[in-house]
Each structure stands twice: as C-alpha cells, then as structure tokens.
C-alpha cells in the first residue's frame, strides 16, 4: 500500500464544499488512484507555509511525520500572500522574504523520514477574478494578492530546482476558469475545480 499525504490550506481541506469527505481534492485522488493507494488530508483552513503566519502548516509537521508517507504533496501559498491590509488583521505578506528560506528548511525535515517520500511541490491554484458574485472589497483584496502568488509561485520552482524535486502546476491550468469556482468567492474552486485539481495530481503521480 503506497501512502499518499496531501498537505495545504482550506483548498486541499475541501472547503465550501456540502461534503468534503467525498469531494475535497485528497477524497477524489483517493478514486483515481485506487485501492493500491491511501490518501491522507492534512489540509488546515487558513494554513501558511511561513513558520510566523497562524496557523502554520509547521505545526502540522509531527503528525506528517508520525504519517511516514511514501508521496508528499504540498500547495501553500495562498494565505501567505495575506496582509499589508489585506486579510484582515492577518500579517503574513510582511513576512514574505522568509517564505523560501522556511519551504526549504520544511523540505529538509521531511526529506528526514525513514520512509524516503517522494515530494511533490503545487504551485497553488489561482485567484479568478472572473468569478461571479465577487463583492468590491473581495475584487480589490485578490487584485493586491494575485500579483503576490505569482511572487511565491517563481519561489516555489526555486525550491523544487534547488533541492530537485517534483512540481505540479495548479495555477495555469484553472486561470480564468470561473466555472471551477464557488461564486462569491474566487479563491476556492468549487466541486468540478477540485476535480480538476485531483486529476492534474493523479497525472503527475503515474508520470513519476
């Protein structure tokens, strides 16, 4: 049985879903790949990969540990572009230069496990403007953050350049596809999106 961890924030948690369980991204990777596979979410609503933004995907760590997956796959990004206003009070944008220098320090404590993982690096899936119902506040908040995930999206391929490790690309493939996501929200894909999402992991785990 191959064990396959999905780590991320409330897109690989499943939120604004009627059933996360059946169709979070993990949940239907889970189909795809079948039953010589477990899948796992360590998906955490609100997740940062920067160690000073909270919550922090680093206090998921030991329980990613405690897991010892054969396949990690990671996405974060997308609340660390928050704050400098946005967000709320969330501070996590002030913090950015710090976000390589931590996803390399995380990559080498999971490089660490006994069961040698082979990791897997997202670049998040992208914040679709198109979408219907979107409020003038949210509009403006994801015109500032858009611009941001693309900064940390060039971060992420240097880190899966440097430590030479797999990459997924999440955020092309659904740009300006507001079908894939929930109206009134632009950031969290909708069922059909999180479809997409499990179908471009599962492309990239059977490559490898």
């Known amino acids: ?10 897109i690989t948690y499943g939120a604004r879903l009627d059933d996360r369980d059946r169709y979070s991204y ?3 990777l889970q189909l795809l790949l079948g039953e010589n596979y477990a899948v796992e979410n360590f998906g955490v609503g609100g997740a940062t990969l ?3 933004g909270k919550p922090t995907v680093w206090n998921e760590l ?3 540990k405690e897991a010892n997956p054969d396949i990690i796959v ?12 946005t967000c709320g009070d969330r501070k996590c944008w002030e913090y950015k230069d710090e976000y390589e ?6 990559i080498d404590e999971l490089s660490k496990l006994t069961s040698k993982p082979q990791i897997f690096l997202c670049a998040p899936s992208p914040m679709v403007l198109e979408t219907p119902g979107l409020k003038r506040e949210r509009i403006e908040g994801l015109i500032t953050r858009k611009p941001r995930l693309q900064e940390l999206i060039g971060m992420i391929k240097d880190v899966v350049k440097e ?5 997924i690309d999440l955020n092309i493939p659904l740009a300006r596809k507001p079908e894939l996501f929930t109206e009134e929200d632009g950031v969290h894909p909708n069922r059909a999106g999180y479809k997409v999402i499990a179908e471009l992991v599962f492309a990239a ?3 490898n």
């Open 1 to 10: 049985m191959t064990k396959v961890v999905c780590v991320g924030d409330s």
């Open 26 to 28: 993990p949940a239907q």
């Open 50 to 52: 920067i160690r000073k």
């Open 62 to 64: 030991r329980k990613i």
């Open 74 to 85: 990671i996405s974060l990004g997308t609340n660390d572009t928050c704050g400098m206003g």
């Open 101 to 106: 220098a931590d996803y390399l320090d995380f």
């Open 163 to 167: 430590k030479n490790i797999k990459f």
């Open 205 to 207: 785990l059977k490559k």
